[in-house]
């Protein structure tokens, strides 16, 4: 109120007002001078930052992944493919609610719990904006299709194609062409440089076989393009394009209709069969059961298929080829054989008497022989091997000696691994007097001698050893690497000698015929398989693997013990016995007898190879890529 | 009244300057103002059209705003300043019924309510409040004796604090705040003592804590934490800030050339042609180009209080030095916030940004300093 009685001073409240603009204009001044410096520090000072920046949000290098080689078997038939798959990802910053998305997703197509899981663990990484992350792989048709209809009220949710692994043959090669699978953190830590370049593109690596041992050649080398992109992550124009490079093709010695004939005769059995063409040292079969399908493995297995594998009794992960270490039995006997003759230790008219059992000097063990009351009073080398006769080969060893025996077994492979072009090979054992020296802290017995003259003990060999030693006894002392890859590329395999021990041609044509009467002989241990009728000559020997230590008086009674821990049963062979062209391994776990369990199996590849009769079922079910 | 004083002082200028803006005054135009703002609009225009990515659609839409902004202000600028002043009370009280009824009825966009549907036209209340708050406290004000007296300013606070707390309620922080300084710098001009100035900064401080407890939305506090710390969430509420930094840093001293900020046309930038313009304007035309605008913007600003110095009397005196303070803290947080200097709140570059109604509300606005510019000498007392 008072104001109103009181006068206005104009002049005052103009001063007051123009000091007050004064202020204004300072604070005004300042204000802009602070933002004016922030503009200067943004585009002079940290410029160059900010071109980076701006670059790398504009220019992406994307990484054009290579096609993966592909692989054939000898005659050319696909064992290896790459097929288009789809893809369901998600853009998370083009989805309007992420969790609704999911769920919507969900009611179209199946994502299990383990899907979920792994997406949500991509979501959490480090990543571009924009990048899709995908949430399930091989979507069906039908699926596809449900996508496509409901895409409108799905947002940031892309189908997109790429190349998987698929394998038209399944089992059949699991255990050697093994298979790829999503790259791990593991392997992903691992990679240098030059690695995380290569495989910027690619989602897969070999893991298991063939495919990891060539995973550098069939891989192949990226291709990459920059592009323009705008903030969706869509591709405006591609400023450079620098073409990948596809993968090597592999063309394997192994034979699909061999492979499947070893597979379908060892069955429903555990073992493995390995065919060795002596010639080359190429494999023509590789097969160990049971096996699984590696399709399974190619966009991650389900933790339920991994979970059924892993803990199955069968061991069908297990490649019994390469990594099963069996003790060889009465298969040495035929390289034992010829190791007496080489050494002079026996001829061919050497005989023991074999009253069923056999003993050392100084030492109480009886050492028998399998057929009780023995093969009679004068066994040579010849029936020795026919009707394996396990008393002439306790003399043999003992005479030998385990030098003289480690040595010669050596030249043929034995203890060490063969070199084959799949990893993971074991290497057995072969011992010597260092070796148990070394591994026992004992010294050696004589008796110690005789039980690897049996093959048992402490001697253990892969099928894949047994193979390259029959072989390298079919080719008169030379020993090749085993191979699975005949061409790689356009380079065709060189057959690679590794060892050449001279075998005088007379000792070598006793122990072939000595060989060929187990097959041919009356009296031959394997003379079951020429049912039939056989149009060429075989030269094998049969074996028996102990599973479990009998004791001295204990009579092996194969009613009595539990399947599991029956006799393993072996067959090594090489055909045709004058001119040999193959050489085979066989090993049935469980199987009791070589002659009865792994012998006709062995017979059956020799067929197929030989005399080239792939049946009309056969053909058709190859032609067919393994689709039943 | 003041007018006499002048013509006492400082005859002969006085007569000088009466021919020179004989015509200009009579139309009620300030030539230096008039020239300056075209300028900035031409400049405007022509970043938004690469802001829009080179679509003529924005551009048309923006000039036929700016034909109604100037149409609108020629208007404005021919009130005689008694009438904005005894409006002033009635135009204030509409706009608060306004802002009741927004939120009672409003629309809103991204969880506030802000929009007012009048048959099919929308329009924010709030922008009626922009003008109308800056008028009454002027008339109030200008009325008592100045330095405004305690009761005064209580009185002047409460004028002020209504529409700001409507406006909160929406909620919208940034207009709020607008509203309320265009208010205070009314205050502030009329000689509001040091001692309040000082407590109310001490209270403002202290405010702060109980306001980011109780006031702040969560996405507000947001958008002061991105400020803090952009990188924390890049793709999230980082992007903005993160994009339109990385769009003025890499334009450098001379830009990357008209229509060839690859920031902007491959739409990194998100809202680059409304509240984000300024980024697109540094990244093509450079620090060049954003010293030629931040120069217009001081041109206009020392025009605007050139012209309150000169008004005829109190009212005149303080609504023009608002109005033209007012302009200047559009432009510093908007400038501050895409920069990354300020919290990321709803504020245009004057005259640059796209948008119709805030475009209305500022040419008005110049028409009202016009008007103070001009006016006729009043023989009075």
Redesign the interface.
């Given at each position: 109120m008072s104001d109103h009685l009181q006068i206005k001073d104009h002049h005052r409240e103009a001063r007051i007002f123009a000091r007050r603009v004064g202020v204004a204009g300072v604070l005004v001044v300042g204000l802009l001078a602070v933002v004016f410096l922030r503009y200067y520090r943004l585009q002079i000072v940290e410029h160059e930052d900010y071109v980076t920046r701006s670059d790398r949000n504009r220019v992406q290098v994307q990484a054009i992944p290579p096609t993966r080689g592909l692989i054939y078997d000898r005659r050319g038939r696909l064992l290896a493919d790459n097929r288009p798959s789809y893809t369901l990802s998600i853009v998370r910053e083009q989805t309007q609610d992420l969790e609704q998305t999911l769920e919507q997703v969900q009611t179209l197509v199946d994502v299990d719990a383990e899907d979920l899981a792994t997406f949500r663990e991509r979501l959490k990484q480090r990543r571009r904006p924009y990048e899709a992350i995908p949430l399930r792989y091989r979507l069906s048709e039908d699926e596809i299709a449900r996508l496509a209809v409901n895409e409108y009220q799905l947002d940031g949710v892309e189908v997109s194609a790429e190349l998987v692994r698929h394998y038209p043959l399944g089992a059949l090669f699991a255990h050697s062409i093994g298979y790829v699978g999503r790259i791990n953190e593991r392997e992903l830590a691992a990679f240098d440089e030059e690695a995380y370049a290569r495989y910027s593109g690619t989602h897969t690596i070999g893991k298991l076989g063939l495919e990891k041992y060539y995973e550098s050649d069939l891989l192949g080398q990226v291709g990459s393009q920059h592009v323009e992109i705008n903030a969706r992550g869509r591709i405006l124009r591609v400023l450079d394009y620098q073409p990948p490079e596809a993968g090597k093709n592999l063309t394997l010695f192994l034979d699909a209709q061999l492979q499947q004939v070893a597979h379908e005769a060892l069955a429903d059995k555990r073992g493995s069969v390995v065919a060795i063409e002596v010639a080359t040292g190429g494999v023509v079969a590789m097969v160990s059961t049971p096996a699984f399908d590696p399709n399974l493995f190619v966009t991650g297995i389900s933790f339920a298929d991994y979970k059924a594998l892993n803990e199955s009794r069968d061991l069908p992960l297990f490649n019994r080829t390469l990594q099963g270490q069996y003790p060889p039995g009465s298969t040495l006997k035929p390289m034992l054989g010829l190791a007496g003759l080489f050494y002079k230790v026996v001829d061919a008219n050497y005989s023991v008497r074999d009253p069923g059992f056999y003993q050392l000097e100084n030492d109480e063990r009886f050492y028998r022989d399998w057929k009780k009351g023995g093969h009679g009073a004068r066994v040579a080398l010849h029936t020795a091997i026919e009707q394996s006769c396990d008393v002439y080969f306790y003399d043999l060893s003992f005479r030998m000696g385990i030098d003289r025996m480690h040595e010669f077994g050596g030249h043929f492979g034995l203890g060490q691994t063969t070199g084959i072009d799949v990893p993971h090979e074991r290497s057995g054992n072969w011992p010597s007097k260092a070796w148990k020296r070394k591994a026992r802290g004992l010294p050696w017995f004589p008796g110690d001698s005789l039980n690897v003259g049996l093959g048992q003990g402490a001697v253990l060999a892969t099928p894949l050893q047994l193979a390259v030693m029959t072989s390298t006894l079919a080719d008169k002392g030379v020993r090749r690497k085993p191979r699975l890859v005949r061409r790689l590329g356009d380079v065709e395999y060189e057959p690679e000698i590794l060892d050449t021990q001279a075998i005088d041609a007379a000792d070598w044509l006793i122990i072939d015929q000595a060989m060929q009467s187990v097959v041919h002989g009356l009296r031959g241990t394997a003379q079951g398989i020429r049912r039939g009728g056989l149009s060429y000559r075989i030269a094998g020997k049969t074996g028996t693997a102990q599973v479990v230590g009998m004791a001295q008086d204990e009579e092996y009674d194969a009613s009595k013990v539990e399947e599991r821990l029956r006799d393993h049963a072996l067959f090594v062979a090489f055909a045709p016995a004058e001119a040999p062209k193959l050489a085979v391994a066989v090993i049935v776990e469980n199987g009791e007898h070589g002659s009865s369990a792994a012998a006709p199996i062995a017979r059956k590849v020799f067929d197929a190879y030989l005399l080239d009769t792939p049946t009309a079922a056969d053909s058709a079910w190859l032609g067919n890529g393994g689709q039943p | 009244?003041?007018g006499g004083?002048f013509r006492r002082s400082m005859p002969e200028a006085h007569a000088d300057l009466r021919r020179k803006a004989g015509l200009m005054q009579s139309l009620h135009i300030d030539l230096p103002l008039l020239v300056l703002l075209m300028a900035l609009s031409a400049f405007g225009l022509i970043v938004l059209y690469s802001a829009a990515g080179s679509e003529l659609h924005y551009v048309k839409r923006q000039a036929v705003f700016f034909v109604l902004g100037f149409i609108g202000m020629f208007i404005v600028a021919q009130i005689p300043l008694s009438m904005m002043q005894r409006w002033a009370p009635w135009v204030y009280a509409g706009g608060l019924i306004l802002l009741v009824l927004v939120l009672l009825v409003g629309t809103g966009a991204k969880g506030a309510q802000r929009w007012l549907g009048v048959g099919g036209f929308r329009f924010q209340p709030s922008e009626i409040l922009k003008l109308a708050v800056p008028v009454l406290l002027a008339g109030y004000l200008s009325r008592?004796?100045?330095?405004p007296?305690f009761k005064h300013i209580a009185w002047a606070l409460v004028l002020i604090g209504v529409p700001t707390v409507l406006i909160l309620k929406q909620p919208d922080l940034g207009t709020s705040l607008l509203i309320a300084q265009s208010g205070v710098?009314v205050l502030?001009?009329?000689?509001l003592g040091w001692r309040y100035i000082l407590g109310a900064l001490i209270l403002a401080a202290s405010a702060l804590y109980p306001m980011w407890h109780y006031v702040m939305h969560d996405y507000q506090k947001q958008r002061v934490l991105t400020l803090l710390n952009p990188e924390a969430d890049?793709?999230g509420a980082g992007w903005n800030i993160i994009?339109s930094?990385?769009?003025?840093?890499?334009?450098?001293?001379e830009g990357k050339g008209w229509l060839s900020g690859?920031?902007s046309h491959?739409?990194?930038l998100p809202e680059s042609h409304t509240d984000f313009i300024i980024a697109v304007l540094?990244e093509e035309f450079?620090?060049l180009g954003?010293?030629l605008l931040?120069a217009l913007?001081?041109f206009i600003?020392a025009r605007g209080?050139m012209i309150?110095?000169k008004a005829q009397?109190?009212f005149g005196?303080?609504l023009a030095?608002a109005l033209t303070?007012t302009l200047?803290v559009y432009?510093?947080v908007n400038?501050?916030m895409v920069?990354?200097?300020l919290p990321i709140v709803g504020v245009p570059l004057p005259l640059v940004s796209h948008g119709g109604t805030s475009l209305l509300t500022l040419m008005a606005g110049f028409g009202v300093l016009m008007a103070i510019s001009t006016e006729r000498r009043r023989v009075t007392l």
């Open positions: - | 009244m003041s004083d008592r004796l100045l330095p007296t710098i502030f001009f009329a000689g890049k793709l994009q930094k990385t769009a003025i840093g890499s334009g450098g001293l690859t920031q491959l739409n990194f540094a450079g620090l954003v010293i931040m913007y001081v600003i209080f309150a110095i009397d109190s005196r303080l030095g303070f200047f432009v510093f400038m501050g920069s990354g200097l």
